[in-house]
Structure formats: C-alpha cells, structure tokens
C-alpha cells in the first residue's frame, strides 16, 4: 500500500527567506510523486512531479522539489519566498495498487509567509 | 484557470436527502476523478471514470454513485446525506490513466453544508 506523510501541520517563513515544506512517502513500486497547492476557496493547483530522471524538479511559480530514493522523501523547496505562496501545500503519491493514475494525498501544511 | 468546470459551487441541503454534483472536464480529457476534502478525512479518492467506464474506486459510501456520460461529463450523486457528508467535492481531470505522466487538473470544487 502506498502512503505520504507531510510531518508539519504548519510551516512559517520571513518573506525572502528560503523555504521548505516535507514529505515522506511509502510505496511498493516506483514512486511517482507530486506537489499540489491550495488556496482559499479554490481547488488544487499543480506544482510539479517527480515520474524518473534527475532527482532535482522544477516546477511552477519558482518551486522546486528534491526526490531522495534513500530517505524516501519529496521535500519541496523555493529559494525565496514571497507573501503570495501563503497557502495550503499537498503531497500525493500515485495510487500503486490499480495502476489507474488516482492519487493519494497526505494531510496537507499550511505555509504562512510573514511579511 | 484549469479548465475543469464544476457545479453548483454551493449546495446547502438538509439530512436526508439527495444531491448531484457536476463536473466537465478539460477538452480532450478523457480521465475523471471524483475527490472529497473534509477536515476529518483529508483528501480522499472516490472513484474514477475513463471514457465512460468506472477504472477504480477509493473510499466511496454505497450511498455515494458515480457516472460518466458519452460528452464526458460526470456527475456524482449523493444520496441519504448524513452531517458527516459536509465537505469539498473536487472534481479532477486528465488526459488518459494509461499514461502515468499525466497529471491531474482539478476543479474548484463544490462545497456541500448538509444541515
């Protein structure tokens, strides 16, 4: 069975300052990982993906996430944060067992960047 | 934007009764998937439809049923609605399941208050 784990609820950050928000997964085969963000009243918007290559992503809106196979984690990360990344961040993994491309997600972090 | 659509974006009902929920997907999507997001449970899969046809079920109540039709548009009936049925519905779309690079485009959702 396939599982993500985002270990903090909250996560806040000085505007500029560099930021990261974890996550760890478990899964049975390959790992095919992805970073979705949430604002308020609003649906999911996608970040990035991790499916096989380099184990650095870029992605949207200057986010990038770091895919470690030995720690099994999926950090992501931006350089310098800005009071519009304020939001609700989520972890998923593909669903592992049916192949059928559904997604679970962890709990969420709710990123608040302080001006 | 996404390009999902999803209706109503409010729906305040009583227990007891019945809703249904809509959702269009991206053109040339042929992929939906159903979500539900509440502060208890999280983010969780409902079940999946690809061209017409049901590929996959999460947690989903025997109250709940899901189809979609020959435009490809999907609806999501709730039925017997209990308190705990309150929640974001997210409604999901991409291209294919056969094609794991394929990420998922979410809607803005519809928020059910069951009263």
């Known amino acids: 069975a396939q599982s993500v784990a985002q270990p903090e609820d909250q996560v806040n950050v000085a505007e500029g300052n560099p930021l990261t928000v974890k996550c760890t997964y478990s899964?049975?085969?390959?790992?095919?990982l992805f970073w979705y963000v949430q604002y308020p009243n609003r649906g999911l918007q996608f970040l990035l993906k991790?499916?096989?290559?380099?184990?650095l992503v870029k992605g949207s809106y200057g986010f990038e996430a770091e895919f470690n196979k030995s720690q099994t984690s999926f950090h992501l990360k931006k350089p310098s944060a800005l009071v519009s990344d304020s939001a609700l961040y989520f972890c998923?993994?593909?669903?592992?067992?049916?192949?059928?491309?559904?997604?679970?997600f962890g709990t969420g972090t709710r990123l608040t960047v302080i001006p | 934007d996404s390009g999902v659509t999803q209706t109503p974006k409010h729906l305040i009902t009583a227990t007891g009764q019945r809703v249904t929920l809509r959702c269009s997907p991206r053109?040339?999507?042929?992929?939906v998937y159903w979500y539900q997001q509440s502060l208890d449970q999280g983010l969780q899969f409902l079940i999946h439809?690809?061209?017409?046809?049901?590929?996959a079920k999460g947690n989903i109540l025997e109250r709940f049923s899901a189809q979609q039709f020959p435009d490809l548009h999907s609806e999501l009936n709730l039925s017997s609605l209990e308190l705990g049925d309150s929640a974001l519905y997210l409604c999901?779309?991409?291209?294919?399941?056969?094609?794991?690079?394929?990420?998922?485009?979410f809607g803005p959702g519809t928020r059910l208050t069951v009263t």
């Open positions: 053109s040339g999507d042929l992929s």
């Open positions: 439809y690809y061209n017409g046809e049901e590929r």
């Open positions: 899964v049975s085969g390959n790992p095919y």
């Open positions: 998923a993994v593909r669903d592992d067992q049916t192949g059928a491309n559904n997604l679970f």
């Open positions: 999901a779309s991409s291209v294919s399941w056969e094609y794991l690079n394929y990420e998922q485009y």
């Open positions: 991790y499916i096989t290559g380099d184990n």
